[in-house]
């Protein structure tokens, strides 16, 4: 009896200990009211760190853009200062639908008379990319665009094929001649089984004087750059089956030995100048170019949201793509919105024709970034945006 007395005080102490560790478990649980208010913790936190994470991303891009843009004209003066004099290279910008926006570093090799339109003959340079230098891609809805004084641009139409046609956008007129533009790479807007529908492919360079590295500020020639159309369509007769542009790595010699050939007279019939037909502004694997001496840096998902309308779903930007022979460059926004476009660019993003950064009310926030070139290192130069009064603002084009 002594000895039963123990053990059952024993047993009693373990089924202390199991209730006990029962109790405990019980109020480790988190009630409801307890769930509800740690998930709004965490929801209010996610509420006031989302924008800043959101913000974060956004600087990283835009810096990330910016660099890409200083080492393409790096890279262009680079394989300039390499080059022999005479032998000028150039950072010319591309844009792909649905892509991403593109320098592409090129040299000069040439020039010929581009008879294009056979009334108004032109003598215009050749560039080809260089080989060695791979695409340098902007980050994705990132793109550049190149300003264009007043008066600069022709004010002809596709009949005789002028740099940026006033009637290329087909729904309406995106640049008015008479009035400063900011123009678009419109290099991937056409029929790429066409071979001459090149008179739709047009952009903007930044050249470098060969074997000097300077920028070529104030050249107003014109330039055609090869990109071939990714086809062998329209390629089955002279001359394009004999100089064949689209296949093979070296399209500088293919380019070279067709200035050789025609002009020590060799000729091919087929009615049109053979130069003119692979390589004149008429032929689809080039785009008709001109150097300009500011660019712009900019999102376009912030643009279009600041104008009030949406990015194309299938090219990524405003133009919008037609297919068959009449494929152009055309806009897919309506006209009202044009206008809005150059004020948004230069800071004027409350679009009331002034820039006033300072104002009480809905001030301007300055989004895109103006450049210009160091002439003699190519060097991005941020163009200062002006106050009401005309007076450059501290930090220059943000």
Same mark, same amino acid.
């Given at each position: 009896?002594?000895?039963?007395?123990?053990?059952?005080?024993?047993?009693?102490?373990?089924?202390?200990?199991?209730?006990?560790?029962?109790?405990?478990?019980?109020?480790?649980?988190?009630?409801?009211?307890?769930?509800?208010?740690?998930?709004?913790?965490?929801?209010?936190?996610?509420?006031?760190?989302?924008?800043?994470?959101?913000?974060t991303i956004a600087s990283t891009e835009s810096s990330n853009a910016e660099t890409k843009l200083r080492l393409a004209l790096l890279t262009g003066r680079n394989?300039?200062?390499?080059?022999?004099?005479?032998?000028?290279?150039?950072?010319?910008?591309?844009?792909?639908?649905?892509?991403?926006?593109?320098?592409?570093?090129?040299?000069?090799?040439?020039?010929?008379?581009?008879?294009?339109?056979?009334?108004?003959?032109?003598?215009?340079?050749?560039?080809?990319?260089?080989?060695?230098?791979?695409?340098?891609?902007?980050?994705?809805?990132?793109?550049?665009?190149?300003?264009?004084?007043?008066?600069?641009?022709?004010?002809?139409?596709?009949?005789?094929?002028?740099?940026?046609?006033?009637?290329?956008?087909?729904?309406?007129?995106?640049?008015?001649?008479?009035?400063?533009?900011?123009?678009?790479?419109?290099?991937?807007?056409?029929?790429?089984?066409?071979?001459?529908?090149?008179?739709?492919?047009?952009?903007?360079?930044?050249?470098?004087?060969?074997?000097?590295?300077?920028?070529?500020?104030?050249?107003?020639?014109?330039?055609?750059?090869?990109?071939?159309?990714?086809?062998?369509?329209?390629?089955?007769?002279?001359?394009?089956?004999?100089?064949?542009?689209?296949?093979?790595?070296?399209?500088?010699?293919?380019?070279?030995?067709?200035?050789?050939?025609?002009?020590?007279?060799?000729?091919?019939?087929?009615?049109?100048?053979?130069?003119?037909?692979?390589?004149?502004?008429?032929?689809?694997?080039?785009?008709?170019?001109?150097?300009?001496?500011?660019?712009?840096?900019?999102?376009? !998902? &912030? @643009?279009? /949201? $600041?104008?009030?309308?949406?990015?194309? *779903?299938? %090219? =990524?930007?405003?133009?919008?793509?037609?297919?068959?022979?009449?494929?152009?460059?055309?806009?897919?926004?309506?006209?009202?919105?044009?206008?809005?476009?150059?004020?948004?660019?230069?800071?004027?993003?409350?679009?009331?024709?002034?820039?006033?950064?300072?104002?009480?009310?809905? !001030? &301007? @926030?300055? /989004? $895109?970034?103006?450049?210009?070139?160091? *002439?003699? %290192? =190519?060097?991005?130069?941020?163009?200062?945006?002006?106050?009401?009064?005309?007076?450059?603002?501290?930090?220059?084009?943000?």
């Open positions: 009896m002594n000895h039963a007395l123990p053990k059952t005080i024993s047993r009693r102490r373990q089924c202390g200990g199991r209730l006990a560790r029962h109790g405990d478990g019980a109020h480790s649980a988190f009630t409801l009211t307890e769930l509800i208010v740690v998930i709004s913790i965490i929801l209010i936190l996610l509420a006031v760190s989302l924008p800043t994470f959101r913000a394989a300039a200062l390499h080059s022999d004099r005479g032998a000028d290279t150039a950072v010319v910008f591309f844009y792909e639908p649905g892509g991403r926006a593109s320098a592409i570093i090129c040299e000069y090799v040439g020039s010929f008379t581009d008879l294009s339109d056979t009334a108004n003959p032109v003598d215009r340079d050749i560039f080809v990319p260089v080989p060695a230098f791979e695409p340098i891609q902007l980050p994705q809805g990132w793109m550049v665009r190149g300003f264009v004084p007043a008066g600069m641009m022709d004010l002809g139409s596709r009949s005789n094929r002028p740099w940026y046609d006033k009637t290329a956008a087909g729904s309406g007129d995106p640049y008015d001649p008479a009035q400063r533009n900011w123009v678009f790479p419109e290099t991937g807007f056409y029929d790429a089984l066409a071979i001459d529908d090149g008179e739709d492919r047009q952009s903007f360079m930044i050249r470098f004087n060969g074997g000097i590295g300077s920028v070529a500020l104030g050249d107003t020639r014109e330039a055609l750059v090869l990109s071939p159309r990714p086809t062998a369509a329209g390629r089955t007769t002279n001359p394009y089956n004999t100089f064949r542009v689209d296949i093979g790595a070296n399209t500088a010699a293919v380019v070279r030995k067709a200035l050789l050939r025609f002009e020590s007279g060799g000729l091919f019939g087929g009615g049109m100048d053979p130069l003119t037909r692979l390589f004149g502004d008429i032929s689809g694997d080039t785009v008709l170019c001109r150097t300009v001496e500011q660019v712009v840096l900019y999102s376009a !998902p &912030d @643009l279009a /949201a $600041a104008i009030g309308t949406k990015l194309d *779903r299938d %090219t =990524g930007c405003f133009y919008k793509m037609l297919k068959g022979k009449n494929n152009e460059p055309r806009y897919g926004i309506r006209n009202t919105f044009f206008d809005k476009i150059p004020l948004w660019l230069e800071g004027d993003t409350n679009f009331n024709g002034e820039f006033d950064p300072y104002a009480e009310e809905n !001030p &301007d @926030l300055p /989004a $895109a970034r103006i450049y210009t070139f160091q *002439r003699y %290192t =190519g060097a991005l130069q941020p163009v200062p945006l002006l106050d009401l009064d005309g007076v450059p603002l501290s930090g220059g084009a943000r």
